[in-house]
């Protein structure tokens, strides 16, 4: 059976690069299990996700009854919606965690960038699913969320409203929304995404982990190789051990947090007193709440999305922008410390100011 | 000799670019003709509505005096106030910063948005918060016992 797959299968070179592959251990070494806890959120997603999706039903009249079906029906429905919603957050803050890690460990220089790249772009599109998803259920919070998220778009100069009304598929948010969200949630993001993982994990493979500079400073001045430890098995026991901490967590936080489904949208009815976005995107709430109307005669909402862009291409090109110098490492830092910083403060803010 | 007017083996240079620009001609055509549907599919279509100029907002003595009531104005929510004088006042109820819908606050008297802490004034002024502009004021008058609103002719 084996010598037939080998005649036609890379069998033995994919053995070999198993046998060989190794992962430094050194004292940041804790951060290599991120991108991993990472993947495990992503898989559950899929998982729960393909298995929601055998009753919902995306209509403005249905969508939220189907997901009051789920959750008081169907059986386990309740385990599987609160798992998912559960695993989106811890998802999203496992990959900020892990995008951060790589950010002050440096691991994003030669000849890493675009395993850099790929990640910073599957981070946005982990907040696109997270953005879509939310508007599924249909309810009242998800309605407003949908209104300020996607009325934000217009203040682009220019094609402001155009795009306002390609993202909500009409001029209001309406059961075009939620089917073009859906469509987006699960056909296109996941296609993107597949993409993405893939490239980024074969680059993974392919260069191997990166080794923080003053960890390599360190050890050239010791005369000693940075120890290893070889992935199979070991690393891969240990990466399956957090695995299953993580999907016990989730299995407590569902049973005994289980997620909310809240109030039915209306179209018609007042924005709720003490609505919030999710907690990934209270900080740009903060903001927007903030920023003054208009600064110099330019909307506040215009140079609060420059901001977001501006933040987002450093965030895509910073391999470009680190010029890899003790330096401009040290640039690096303070900045992603300070842009760490802002949106910290402006989460406590949102959280303890509420509304006054 | 003979090889030389072979144009499987040696195709000259014009014929060459010709070949190219035929290739390229071509796939631009087809991939035009792909994207240009795909374009225009995924951009809603307008539906032609007529405009609303008025609606039926309820009943004039069910609306407390320092109250708010929302109705819908065509597609759009609109807020009907019957101040604490009795006065009725009515406005277009999505908030001008990003879109939530605004509410009544009887405790500070005048229209609030919750989503972004807006505040407007009983003449739809923005008088506090990021909200850049007033919220368009319509016409209330009560006919019968009904409020009708209707935009400012």
């Known amino acids: 059976m084996k010598a037939w797959l080998a005649d036609r299968l890379p069998v033995a070179e994919v053995e070999a690069a198993i046998a060989h592959k190794t992962v430094p251990q050194h004292r940041h070494s804790i951060w290599y299990y991120l991108g991993g806890m990472t993947l495990f959120f992503f898989g559950v997603q899929v998982v729960t996700g393909i298995l929601l999706l055998l009753y919902y039903r995306p209509s403005a009249a249905e969508a939220y009854d189907s997901v009051q079906f789920i959750m008081t029906r169907v059986p386990f429905g309740w385990l599987i919606r609160s798992i998912h919603s559960w695993a989106a957050n811890l998802l999203v803050a496992a990959a900020f965690i892990h995008l951060f890690s790589v950010l002050f460990l440096k691991a994003y220089r030669r000849p890493r960038e675009i395993t850099w790249i790929t990640g910073v772009l599957l981070l946005f599109v982990i907040l696109a699913f997270g953005f879509t998803g939310y508007l599924l259920p249909w309810n009242e919070l998800a309605f407003f969320a949908t209104r300020v998220g996607t009325d934000i778009a217009g203040a682009v100069p220019f094609v402001g409203e155009a795009t306002v009304r390609f993202l909500r598929g009409g001029p209001e948010v309406t059961g075009a929304t939620l089917t073009r969200f859906y469509g987006v949630h699960v056909a296109v993001l996941p296609a993107i995404a597949t993409v993405l993982v893939g490239l980024h994990l074969l680059l993974v493979q392919y260069h191997g982990m990166s080794v923080p500079p003053s960890v390599e400073s360190e050890a050239r001045r010791a005369g000693r190789p940075i120890p290893a430890m070889p992935f199979v098995p070991h690393f891969a026991l240990r990466d399956l051990f957090g695995w299953t901490v993580a999907l016990a967590m989730l299995a407590g936080l569902s049973a005994f947090l289980p997620w909310e489904l809240g109030v039915r949208a209306d179209p018609f009815a007042p924005a709720p007193a003490g609505i919030q976005p999710e907690w990934y995107f209270l900080w740009t709430f903060q903001a927007l709440k903030l ?41 690096v830092t303070w900045a992603a410390i300070g842009a760490l910083g802002f949106m910290v403060a402006m989460t406590l803010l949102a959280l303890v100011g509420g509304h006054s | 000799m003979a090889s030389d007017r072979n144009p499987m083996s040696a195709p000259s240079p014009g014929r060459r670019s010709l070949l190219n620009w035929l290739l390229g001609t071509w796939s631009a055509g087809v991939l035009g003709s792909i994207v240009f549907p795909v374009v225009r599919y995924l951009v809603p279509p307008e539906i032609p509505e007529a405009p609303t100029l008025s609606v039926m907002a309820g009943p004039a003595s069910t609306l407390a005096p320092n109250t708010g009531r929302l109705v819908p104005f065509g597609n759009s929510p609109a807020i009907v106030v019957r101040l604490a004088s009795g006065e009725l006042r009515a406005f277009a109820g999505t908030c001008t910063h990003l879109s939530c819908t605004v509410q009544y606050r009887p405790d500070l008297e005048h229209i609030w948005c919750a989503c972004h802490n807006g505040h407007y004034d009983l003449h739809g002024r923005n008088i506090s918060g990021p909200p850049p502009r007033p919220l368009e004021a319509y016409d209330a008058n009560v006919q019968g016992d009904e409020i009708v609103i209707s935009k400012k002719g």
Do not use: Q
């Open chain 1, 291 to 331: 920023v003054p109307a208009t600064v110099l005669g330019v909307s506040g909402e215009l140079i609060a999305l420059v901001g977001m862009t501006a933040g987002a291409l450093a965030l895509v090109f910073l391999p470009m922008l680190d010029r890899n110098t003790d330096r401009s490492r040290a640039i």
